[in-house]
């Protein structure tokens, strides 16, 4: 267990675990019913897990083969017996299967280039014309929140925005995975408010803006809200709700590579930490994914960091080899690390006190 966590057991606190997924989901469960148990042992009372943690597949085809409903997902159902049994609540990001279908955009001589990563659509069984148009099979990167009854959080799931099209490492997330289209509202947990995004998100402040900035209309609301931000119908705005209480948490569940991990990671999450002024906690991926079979490797190194934008934990990731060969290797003890940590919302309401930071949107857009 992570330093940080020794240090503060006796205080309610929140958990992140790191593991190593693979293609056997039944590994995967056994990883993260194990961190349960020791995360509910040291005293905390939310953990937090990473991207992908059900699975992550040798190949694009395989990865689209293991998908399952979340509703009869076991590896969704055994993390729900686990959460009662130990009364713990959880943050876990999965794969969903979803029926597709392709957008036909014309192009006009002063159009965009077309977005790839938008090329298609969720396909609506009431939609007539559904039953005219080829449909295919993708994946939701979603996240879902347990709560400690093990019940499913209904209004907590969010559905990755930002699909990571990385063509130096061979990796086109927008050929299996179907963008999300909307933000979920911060919910309730018993550390604080949590604002759902994940992993390449990272990248995009204005997500991060999004959930932790109060309007001026919640300025005065002292409720949580844990409503899902997308509209009833596809014609209606998917503007900004005019009220809603920040996340004081904002979650990026990861499986950042060995390259993007070394130059930004923490650069990230700070960054992000501190022009929110909120907590940032991420759950990562470590290690060789699939040996033998796939050359995917996750560079790990979970964080948390304050809203003045320190590092409060930081576990183990991957190394260089210090061998002739060269090339990467696993810190001992990283796939399968916890880590525990106080989250001082004290903190957090002392930092926007000191530091109130008026944006100017008569000049910008509200974010």
Known sequence: ??????????IDEEAIGQICSSN?????????????????????????LPEASDYIGSSAQESLSLAQPVNTSPFVTGLRSAAAQHRLAVHVGIHVPVSVKPVSATPTPNSEPPNSILSSVPSSEGDPASKTTTTTTKLYNRTIYI?????????????????????????????????????????DSPVG???????????????????????PSSSSSS????????????????????????????????????????????SLLRARAIE?????????????????????FSYGRSMVVDPWGRVVLSLKGVREKKSAGGGY???????????????????????????????????????
């Open 1 to 10: 267990m992570a330093k940080a966590a020794v240090e503060a057991e006796m």
């Open 24 to 48: 056997s989901m039944a590994h995967n469960l056994e990883q993260c019913v194990k961190l349960v148990g020791q995360a509910a042992a040291a005293g905390a009372k939310v953990l937090f």
């Open 147 to 187: 709560r400690e009854d093990g019940s499913l959080h209904p209004d907590a799931s969010y559905d990755k925005l930002h699909l990571f099209d990385y063509p130096d490492a061979s990796l086109r997330e927008s050929s299996t995975t179907q963008a999300g289209s909307h933000f979920t509202l911060p919910f």
């Open 193 to 215: 408010r949590l604002g759902s995004l994940i992993c390449f998100d990272l990248r995009f402040p204005e997500a991060a803006l999004h959930l932790t900035t109060t309007t």
């Open 223 to 266: 409720s949580s809200s844990s409503s899902s931000s997308k509209p009833s119908s596809e014609s209606e705005s998917e503007s900004k709700p005019s009220s809603f209480p920040p996340a004081q948490i904002l979650l990026y569940p990861s499986a950042f590579t060995i390259p993007t991990g070394q130059a930004h990671w923490e």
């Open 276 to 296: 929110t002024q909120s907590w940032v906690l991420a759950a990562a991926q470590v290690g060789l994914h699939n040996p033998g079979s796939s050359p995917r």
């Open 329 to 367: 290797e696993v810190e001992d003890g990283a796939v399968g690390e916890l880590g525990v940590v106080d989250v001082d919302l004290g903190l957090w309401e002392k930092v926007r006190e000191q530091m109130p930071l008026v944006r100017r949107t008569d000049v910008y857009p509200e974010v």
